[in-house]
């Protein structure tokens, strides 16, 4: 069973850093990808940031040059740097992995943690 535990999240003023860090267990096929996502109140789920088994990296228009997403193989363990955060980026987020099973991806999604800027 796949298991995505997050850690990291909090308040932090805006200017701010923050490290989100998912350590991943049990993915037992091949992992395609892992993103990471956010929800604030009243709005929909979108994605924040992607990389790939081949460490391509792909970001959200509106955190390119603040965010970095990148990851440990050794730990099992995909990152998000936040820097220069804005009260915009006040959400819940959620780590997702992407895993290729027989003919399908299976999409997994840690509890999520939040974060919370002000301004």
């Known amino acids: 069973q796949v298991r995505l535990l997050e850690s990291g999240g909090g308040l932090v003023q805006a200017g701010g850093s923050l490290r989100l860090s998912c350590a991943a267990s049990?993915?037992?096929?091949?992992?395609?990808?892992m993103s990471w996502y956010r929800q604030a109140p009243g709005k929909e789920r979108e994605l924040v940031a992607t990389i790939t088994r081949d460490s391509s990296t792909n970001y959200a228009d509106s955190v390119k040059g603040r965010f970095t997403i990148s990851r440990d193989n050794a730990k099992n363990t995909v990152y998000l740097q936040m820097s220069s955060l804005k009260p915009e980026d006040t959400a819940v987020y959620y780590c997702n992995q992407k895993v290729a099973g027989p003919g399908t991806i299976y999409n997994y999604w840690g509890q999520g943690t939040q974060v919370t800027v002000s301004s």
């Open positions: 049990g993915s037992i096929f091949s992992v395609v990808a």
